[in-house]
Each structure stands twice: as structure tokens, then as C-alpha cells.
């Protein structure tokens, strides 16, 4: 099985790169070829945000055969939803959309999605459920309490609890973060599945940097992602 392993930063994915051999570099932007047991992994830091993410999940699926990508990193856990690791079931622009006076609309709204296969994509990406169980599944294993469920991807973070119930409330979502949507997109128009693993360093409530970890976050991700690969 070939495998893409995508994560926005160096900070997190440390303990995940320390066991993929050749050990790949804190560079953003490089590709490395690497093997973890036994699968062949084609690593990469994209950077964080939107476009950083498609780049990069775009130059791997153009260069390379791929079976599975996975995404991973830290995220915030609307309210509600704490917990040591999120699972995405689906991935949603969280913004993408217009604002009237009557309030927000979805791309539906426009009448023009973001994608057309043999369906039609306007903020909501599903993601390979399958995969996303066999994910939840190894991270119960190692004693991480578990959430799956919808994640929302912005361009601006949520830093009070109102701005973040106005995005939960939305999509039903319970972590948001900056890539997910975008390589869900991509990982769509080339028709590869996707999971997508984030550990959870703070709760998005008034912001507070203090409440957070994300070393620790950073480190169970890490572990959820190798015992995933592990279990392929």
C-alpha cells in the first residue's frame, strides 16, 4: 500500500516522522519517500491553510500513485465534543458561501459547487467512513478518548465562543481547523480516499493560549497515525 502522510508543521509531527525511514526533514514544501511497516509513504509539511494544502496534496497525486491519504495535525473541539483525538466522517468550507441580509448561505445557495463528478460538491466533502472506523477503532486501542463526526475547515480561526457555536451550529461540526476541506477536495477530484486524524489541543472558546497543549495533541495524533498505519 502506498501511503500519503500529509501534517500542515514540523511541531506536529515530530514523533511521526522519528519512526518513518528514511527520517524526513522539517522542511515545508519537500516531498520525502520513506517506508513504515512495511507500506510505502510519501511524506510531506504543506504549510498551514487552504491553498498551502491543495498545493501540496495536488503535487503528490500528480506525481505519485497513491492508494490512501491521510491528513493529520492539532485542531480545537467545539463545545461539547472534548476529547484526545477527532476523526473527520466529513470534511466542510465552513465560510465559503454569501452573506445576505438574510443571513449566511451555503455555495448551494450560489448554484455553483466546488466540485462535479458524478455528484454534485458545494461546502461538504465525505470522507472513506470505512477508513475513518478502522481510525477510530486503533485510537480507542491505545486508550484516547474518541470523537468522529464533521470537521470544519476556516480561514479565520474561531477566538470567542460565539464566533465558534456559529460554525458548529452550521455543519454539526466538532473540530475545526485550516487544510482538512481543502485535501478533501483534492483527494475527491482525483478520486483517492482520505482519512483525516487531528489531535485536540484546546477547546475553541474565548481564546486562551494558556489552556492549551499542543505538544501533547501534536504527540497523541502522532501515535493515533502510526498505529493506523500499522493496522492497514
Known sequence: MDIALIVPTPLESKGLRSIISPR???ELKIISEGELYGKSIIFTHCGAGKVNAAH???LILENYDID??????????????ACDIAVAESENYGEEGVL????????EFT????????????????????????????SRSCD???????????????GTLESGEI?????????ENMEGAAVAHIAALYSIPMIEIRGISNM???RDMKKWDIEKAASNCNRAVIELVRAL
Open 204 to 206: 475553541i472558546e474565548d
Open 100 to 107: 445576505t441580509k438574510d443571513g449566511w448561505h451555503s455555495m
Open 144 to 158: 484516547f478518548v474518541v470523537n468522529s463526526g464533521n470537521f470544519i475547515t476556516v480561514s479565520q480561526c474561531s
Open 56 to 58: 501540496s496534496a495536488t
Open 24 to 26: 524526513p526533514g522539517e
Open 111 to 138: 448554484g455553483f459547487p466546488l466540485l462535479k463528478d458524478d455528484r454534485e460538491y458545494y461546502n461538504t466533502f465525505p470522507l472513506d467512513m470505512e477508513m475513518a472506523r478502522l481510525a477510530v477503532q486503533v
Open 167 to 175: 460554525l458548529r451550529k452550521r455543519w454539526n461540526g466538532i473540530c
Open 68 to 81: 490512501l491519504m491521510i491528513l493529520s495535525g492539532t485542531g480545537g473541539a467545539y463545545p461539547g465534543t
